[in-house]
């Protein structure tokens, strides 16, 4: 069983206030402008981030534009915002609520980790002169508690494999706790491709695609010699989603050592290059990419002590409709109830309009309301 976020919270979160969003394998946020979609994928990767050992600078490069507008200050003139989720796996129900003070300095206040119902992490900032919190976990043994200082730029629960020492029941349950929450959220892969950066041919490298895609024409050169049942199911998305006749999906080695990627047209034809492309295609081509391909592709961070069968990558992509026409969407969406149904990949994304994907077995479709 892989662990996997089954839902999101928003306790206080830039336009939401109480929020419970939840979340499956293929799960798209609906709703118009400034119903919070956006900011609900945000959160998610803020917190892929925090698992995977950023700061919270890193994680939140905006902090005062997290706290909602209604959120007053305290007496300290204190302002900050709260989120968590729920990652469920081999050790049960595992909740993970983090409370963050962005006014007058950004800094976690309060972590709590629960398995179950059981509290099995807590963190709390004691002293404000401290740039850590306090931290307490379950230990059993002599001393029931463990206390520790952590600091107050770090999630917590990621760095409990370097103070528990695993001896006890109540440890290995606090690791089991820790551990699957890390292996859910840290191998999340945010994309948005940037079509104005996709034209250009690119110089051939390690082949991971970025988040932008603008390296799409290097990646398509790797995936179309290592998994040729991948690339004839891309060219097929191709020969769904853009216009013509599509026969493949190619890459051209230039002279002075580019690659650039190319739609064959058929023999009659000469191949098109997909600089000269729409953006809608260009986005459709890029999308269908990311969901054809893996972990060893896609630029994520994975963690590495832990078999791949056992984790699952999930692809957070705002703006999944941005540019493209309904039956472009709807053929993305097939593509992913496809590929999810395997296992190994997950989908949460955010679209203007899902009257395409609500007839989709296999979609779960959150609508948010302004």
């Known amino acids: 069983m892989r662990p996997a976020v089954t839902e999101l919270r928003l306790s206080a979160f830039k336009s939401h206030r109480g929020a419970v969003l939840p979340i499956g394998p293929l799960t798209l946020f609906a709703g118009v402008s400034g119903s919070g979609k956006s900011s609900a994928l945000q959160a998610y990767e803020a917190l892929a981030r925090l698992a995977a050992g950023q700061g919270l600078e890193r994680a939140f490069p905006d902090p ?68 850590t919190v306090e931290a307490a976990w379950h230990t059993s043994g002599t001393a029931v508690v463990t206390r520790a200082a952590l600091p107050d730029d770090r999630l917590g629960t990621p760095l ?17 706790a820790a551990e699957q929450v890390v292996m859910a959220l840290r191998s999340a892969f945010a994309c948005d491709p940037r079509p104005e950066r996709m034209r250009a041919p690119v110089p051939a490298g390690s082949g991971r695609l970025r988040r932008g895609c603008d390296n799409l024409a290097e990646v398509l050169h790797r995936t179309r010699s290592e998994c040729t049942r991948r690339h004839a199911r891309l060219t097929a998305a191709a020969r769904a989603g853009c216009a ?4 493949d999906v190619r890459v051209e080695r230039t002279p002075d050592g580019v690659v650039r990627a190319l739609l064959g047209r058929g023999a009659a034809a000469a191949p098109t290059p997909v600089g000269r492309l729409g953006e809608g295609e260009l986005r459709y081509l890029a999308l269908a990419l990311v969901l054809l391909t893996g972990p060893g592709v896609l630029a994520v961070d994975q963690v590495a002590e832990v078999p791949e069968a056992y984790q699952s990558l999930t692809v957070v992509a ?53």
């Open 160 to 176: 409990l494999p370097l103070h528990v020492a695993g001896r006890t029941a109540a440890q290995l349950r606090v690791l089991a």
């Open 64 to 131: 005062d534009g997290c706290v909602p507008e209604w959120a007053r200050p305290d007496r300290q003139g204190r302002r900050g915002f709260r989120i968590g989720c729920t990652v469920r796996g081999p050790a049960g129900e595992v909740r993970l609520d983090l409370a963050v003070q962005a006014e007058p300095d950004l800094r976690i206040v309060g972590e709590r980790l629960t398995c179950d119902g059981d509290v099995v992490l807590a963190t709390a900032l004691r002293d404000p002169r401290r740039r």
């Open 244 to 247: 013509g006749e599509v026969a």
């Open 318 to 370: 705002d703006g999944l409709d941005r540019c493209l026409h309904p039956e472009q969407t709807r053929e993305l969406v097939l593509l992913a109830v496809e590929m999810c149904a395997r296992g190994h990949i997950r989908l949460v994304g955010a679209v203007s309009d899902a009257a395409c994907a609500r007839s989709i077995p296999g979609v779960s479709v959150v609508d948010l309301v302004r």
